[in-house]
Structures are given as structure tokens and as C-alpha cells.
């Protein structure tokens, strides 16, 4: 049974316009959720975070909002950029635990 | 500062052959974490080492055995190797953060293993 899920296997979306990344998580001791990017032959690396005491964390571009209630986070990147292409994870963990992570999103940012 | 490194980088094995995958930090991380990724499942965690000298299993540990040779190097090892373990094999560290928002895990470039 998967604890995190995210049920859009790929999004396409146009240079410029806002890409919209969804991840929904069935485990209320989930109290840290993160996202990472990984391209191709590469590792994953880490992107942004939130603490579930907040419902929105933003750093440049990367925005990501948490609803509790509804078990629910988001990624938000405005303006895409074609080097957003990547695949991205979201992750979840109870602080300083294992990570559970989805099963990825294919972005692809067309120019 | 190379960061996760893993060796080696693609391997290809027959049914029942054994092998050995290295991963090695150089950033003084205590946990280190071995990883597969397989089309439509994400990243599964297959053993970690919380601190030198400890391991415990992951989610899909059945098949391998895991070394935490020292603070540095965690290996994984297949005994022998089915189809079922063909997959992208990522190695990760942690070092335990103040702040929470900066406690992640750095992946190494990965492992791809092919098992005919």
C-alpha cells in the first residue's frame, strides 16, 4: 500500500507558465514532506521542504503548500524554465525517520 | 568534496552470480541508505545504517545483505542475483540537522544493475 502517492505519471507545460506538481499521502505521523528533482544518470537531489506546522514554504521559484487536512502537497514553480525538465519525488518522513517517497512526476518544460 | 560517490556505475550479472555495489561520503554523515528505483515505484528503501556499526532493514530488503564498513562505506551485497533485482541502485547520507527544513539525504549517481 502506497503511503505517498503521486497520480500524475507526467505533466507537460509551456517555458514561462506555472507547473503544478501533486502528491497526496495516507500516513497523519507524516510530519515532514519534501521534494527532489533527479535527471537523468543522475542521483536525486534535494529541491525544497516544509514542516507540517506550515502550510506554505517558497524559495525563489519553488513554492510548496501543505494541506493537512485534506493530506495533501503541492509543488509550484513559477516561471517554468525547459531546465525544470527532470523528474520529481516527493517524499515524506516522521522528522529525522526514513523517507517515503511517490513514485515521481516527468516534467517536461517546452520552449 | 566529491560527496556520495557509488561504484561502480553499471553492471550487468547472471542469474545466481553474487556482486557487490560500494557506496562511499566524505561529508562526516553517521546515516547512509541504499535505494532501488524501479519504473512506477519511486525510490524503495532497501537497508540504512543509522550510525556506524547498526543496519537495519528497509522495505524490500529480501535478497541483499548490507556492510557498514565504517563511518564512510556502506556496501550492498547480492548473494545471488534474480531478474527481480534489475533496478537503478542509489546509495544515500544524513547527517542530522538543527534546523529541519535543511535535514535531507544526498544520493549518490547510482548503480545500474541488469540481471539476466
Known amino acids: 500500500d502506497q503511503q505517498v502517492k503521486q497520480n500524475s505519471p507526467s505533466l507537460s507545460v509551456q517555458e514561462g507558465r506555472i507547473s503544478i506538481l501533486n502528491c497526496d499521502y495516507t500516513?497523519?505521523?507524516?510530519?515532514?514532506f519534501l521534494w527532489y528533482k533527479k535527471y537523468p544518470a543522475e542521483g536525486p537531489t534535494f529541491l525544497i521542504s516544509?514542516?507540517?506546522?506550515?502550510d506554505k514554504n517558497e524559495d525563489g521559484r519553488f513554492t510548496v503548500f501543505l494541506n493537512k487536512s485534506a493530506k495533501h502537497l503541492s509543488l509550484h514553480i513559477v516561471p517554468s524554465q525547459p531546465g525544470d525538465s527532470a523528474v520529481y519525488f516527493c517524499?515524506?518522513?516522521?522528522?529525522?525517520?526514513?523517507?517515503?517517497f511517490g513514485a515521481g512526476t516527468i516534467l517536461r518544460v517546452k520552449s | 568534496n566529491a560527496g556520495v560517490t557509488q561504484t561502480p556505475k553499471f553492471q550487468v550479472l547472471k542469474t545466481g552470480q553474487s556482486m557487490t555495489l560500494q557506496c562511499a561520503q566524505d561529508?562526516?554523515?553517521?546515516?547512509m541508505y541504499w535505494y532501488r528505483q524501479d519504473p512506477g515505484m519511486g525510490l524503495r528503501l532497501i537497508y540504512y545504517?543509522?550510525?556506524?556499526?547498526?543496519?537495519d532493514k528497509g522495505e524490500v530488503p529480501n535478497g541483499y545483505n548490507v556492510s557498514r564498513l565504517n563511518k564512510r562505506e556502506f556496501s550492498l551485497r547480492l548473494e545471488s542475483a534474480a531478474p527481480s533485482q534489475t533496478s537503478v541502485y542509489f546509495c544515500?547520507?544524513?547527517?542530522?540537522?538543527?534546523?529541519?527544513?535543511?535535514?535531507?539525504?544526498?544520493f549518490g549517481p547510482g548503480t545500474r544493475l541488469t540481471v539476466l
Open positions: 500516513n497523519s505521523m507524516f510530519d515532514y
Open positions: 544515500a547520507s544524513r547527517d542530522r540537522a538543527a534546523n529541519p527544513l535543511t535535514d535531507t539525504q544526498y
Open positions: 561529508m562526516n554523515h553517521n546515516s
Open positions: 517524499a515524506a518522513s516522521p522528522y529525522g525517520n526514513k523517507l517515503v
Open positions: 516544509i514542516s507540517s506546522i506550515k
Open positions: 545504517s543509522a550510525s556506524e556499526g547498526t543496519t
